[in-house]
């Protein structure tokens, strides 16, 4: 078999294991029965409308749009900086900023959780939006790290040079040619940190009260106590949602001038 048809196959194979979960899962979102069962008896939209009824459920969404606006933000703008400072060529300290930037990444989630409730607690900030914002933000920076040093990788430095000998000062050279560059990663990193905060539940079991549960953490409960078809319902809300956030990106990213550069 010719090595091509194997990476395909193999490629397909891949793309399948990760995509027929959610097949799934999807269409019991729509089923008219209270549990969770296939053959789906009927279909029907009456879990949407307990999300948009249900007090608890329209509190959780309302709550992660918040969060995950506020986590998208604070975490794009952090990240893109800290990218920024780490292109620069730091023989030692560069690669030990590098590791820190990257550790919310490797280590537990509940370490990180438990150690987040001690130092917002002691900021005051317990039980806050803010609280879990910064929670979220920490774990969210390095996506966004990853996807903007990616694109910075790609900038050809001689077009930065090129400019300041023109005349201009390192904040119009960023923000004429570094910035608009750069964008495609600076989006594709926004992305990932909103998908990521959306997606968090053990950071906001730690910092967040009741007046924080957001529709991650609302699904983790509702689990515990009941298993409804208003979380398939609340499921097929994230990966629709997230679809259309990547279309989203996709398309303005395609429409950009690309590597044209603002003279």
């Known amino acids: 078999m010719p090595v091509k048809t194997v990476q ?10 990760l995509v027929i979960p959610l097949l799934v899962i999807l269409p019991l979102a729509f089923t008219s029965s209270a549990l969770l069962v296939y053959p789906v ?9 307990e999300l948009v009824n249900n007090e608890a459920w329209r509190r959780a969404i309302i709550n992660s749009l918040i969060i995950g606006g506020g986590t998208t933000l604070l ?24 590791t820190l930037f990257m550790l919310p990444m490797v280590v537990p989630a509940v370490v990180l959780g438990i150690g987040m409730q001690i130092l917002l607690s002691g900021l005051g900030l317990a039980n806050t939006y803010s609280a879990v914002i910064i929670a979220h933000t920490v ?4 996506f966004v790290i990853i996807s903007v040093a990616g694109a910075l990788a790609g900038i050809d430095k001689r077009v930065e040079l090129a400019a300041a000998s023109l005349g201009a000062s390192p904040a119009t050279v960023f ?6 560059l ?43 106590e009941n298993i409804s078809p208003a979380i398939a319902s609340s499921a097929f809300l994230f990966i629709v949602g997230t679809i259309l956030i990547g279309a989203i990106v996709v398309i303005v990213r395609s429409r950009m001038p690309g590597r044209k550069v603002a003279a």
């Open 175 to 180: 923000r004429r040619v570094t910035f608009p």
């Open 75 to 98: 975490a794009t703008t952090l990240g893109t900086l800290a990218a920024l400072g780490l292109r620069q060529r730091l023989p030692f300290i560069g690669g030990v900023l590098r």
């Open 41 to 49: 008896p009927s279909y029907s939209l009456r879990w949407f409308e």
């Open 139 to 142: 774990l969210a920076i390095p």
């Open 8 to 17: 395909v196959l193999f490629a397909a194979l891949m793309v399948a294991f």
């Open 182 to 224: 750069a964008m495609p990663g600076v989006l594709t990193g926004a992305v990932l940190a909103f998908a990521t905060s959306l997606d968090e539940v053990v950071l906001t079991l730690f910092v967040a009260g009741p007046g924080q549960r957001t529709l991650a953490r609302q699904m983790f409960s509702t689990i515990r």
